[in-house]
């Protein structure tokens, strides 16, 4: 079931990575693009980003150093895909303007509707597990 939901939650952005790009540049192929590229690069460089963070995370001293390391790092993770987000429109396009929207609704959408699909996958499993019971 974990392995479901987690290829769902990859179908679902990539769905918002490809309705992003369609609906700026009416092109199936930017759209194409949007979501083959995107997830490439960001799988390529998240490990680098969460290895950096386990790094200084580890250097801090208090409880509510550890907390801002971890509220800094989600902030830092955001602006990695807001910009691997506007490097791909902007080399797909050659637009300032499409790769700022992209940088800035790709990460609003993901925000906004990952949790619907969150919580429909969490109202699945309760009602397997009832079945189950």
């Known amino acids: 079931m974990a392995a479901a939901k987690k290829l769902s939650q990859v179908a679902a952005h990539m769905a918002i990575a490809f309705a992003i790009a369609y ?5 199936v192929v930017f759209g194409g693009l949007a979501v083959i590229i995107e997830p490439v690069i960001n799988v390529m460089l998240l490990p680098h980003h969460q290895a950096a963070w386990t790094r200084f995370t580890r250097s801090a001293r208090t409880a509510q150093a550890r907390y801002l390391m971890v509220v800094s790092e989600k902030l830092s993770q955001t602006a990695l895909h807001a910009g691997v987000a506007f490097a791909v429109m ?3 396009t050659g637009s300032l303007a499409f790769g700022g929207m992209a940088a800035l609704l790709e ?3 993901n925000v906004l509707l990952l ?3 969150d919580r429909i996958w969490d109202n699945l499993a309760s009602r397997r597990s009832l079945a189950a019971a």
Request: aromatic content about 22%; overall charge neutral; proline content about 14%.
């Open 107 to 109: 990460p609003v959408c």
């Open 90 to 92: 902007y080399f797909a």
């Open 23 to 27: 609906g700026m540049t009416g092109s």
């Open 115 to 117: 949790p619907f699909h």
